[in-house]
T-cell receptor, first 115, second 115 residues
Framework: AQSVTQLGSHVSVSEGALVLLRCNYSSSVPPYLFWYVQYPNQGLQLLLK??????LVKGINGFEAEFKKSETSFHLTKPSAHMSDAAEYFCAVSSPGGQGGKLIFGQGTELSVKP | KAGVTQTPRYLIKTRGQQVTLSCSPI?????VSWYQQTPGQGLQFLFE???????NKGNFPGRFSGRQFSNSRSEMNVSTLELGDSALYLC??????????????FGPGTRLTVL
């Protein structure tokens, strides 16, 4: 069975500081991995996804993530936090084939950005 | 292109009633997935429909059901509502013909409150 673990339900950084949100996955098959962001009272917006091409994936708004198979990790980073990055972030995994329409999400990490 | 739309956005029901939520996917998308989001359980997969057939199902009781129409629009129904069904219900659509790796685009959600 697949699962996702996000370390840290809440992360606080200062504006301009590095953002690092951690995600570890468990999967018996090569996974597809996603990071989504959710702003208050809104749905989820895709930041980036890994689909077995390049291990370093660049997304929107300056975010990127690196797939590390040996560590079963897919951590999300941004070099310099902006106030507008404050939101909840979700890591998700899906399987190839017929299970592709089923995303398994981590518990989420709420990011706060201090001025 | 118009995004995923969900109606209604907010709903208040009482225990024992039933409710129907609607989702219109992005034009051309044939897969629709439903998720329940609660503070305690996070984001949980309910089911996925593709070409009017349920392709995947999560671990929810039979009170939760869905269907998809020939135009890919989808509805989910919850019968005999319980207090614990209060949640944000999110719908997502994707191309997902072969499954796996396709981006799921989320709607804004329907906030259901059960009194």
């Amino acid at each position: 069975a697949q699962s996702v673990t996000q370390l840290g339900s809440h992360v606080s950084v200062s504006e301009g500081a590095l953002v690092l949100l951690r995600c570890n996955y468990s999967s018996s098959v090569p996974p597809y991995l996603f990071w989504y962001v959710q702003y208050p009272n809104q749905g989820l917006q895709l930041l980036l996804k890994y689909t077995s091409a390049a291990t370093l994936v660049k997304g929107i708004n300056g975010f990127e993530a690196e797939f590390k198979k040996s560590e079963t990790s897919f951590h999300l980073t941004k070099p310099s936090a902006h106030m507008s990055d404050a939101a909840e972030y979700f890591c998700a995994v899906s399987s190839p084939g017929g299970q592709g329409g089923k995303l398994i999400f981590g518990q989420g990490t709420e990011l706060s950005v201090k001025p | 292109k118009a995004g995923v739309t969900q109606t209604p956005r907010y709903l208040i029901k009482t225990r024992g009633q039933q409710v129907t939520l609607s989702c219109s996917p992005i034009s051309g998308h044939r897969s629709v997935s439903w998720y329940q989001q609660t503070p305690g359980q996070g984001l949980q997969f309910l089911f996925e429909y593709f070409s009017e057939t349920q392709r995947n199902k999560g671990n929810f009781p039979g009170r939760f059901s869905g269907r998809q129409f020939s135009n890919s629009r989808s509805e989910m129904n919850v019968s005999t509502l319980e207090l614990g069904d209060s949640a944000l219900y999110l719908c997502a659509s994707s191309l997902s013909s072969s499954g796996g790796g396709d981006t799921q685009y989320f709607g804004p959600g329907t906030r259901l409150t059960v009194l």
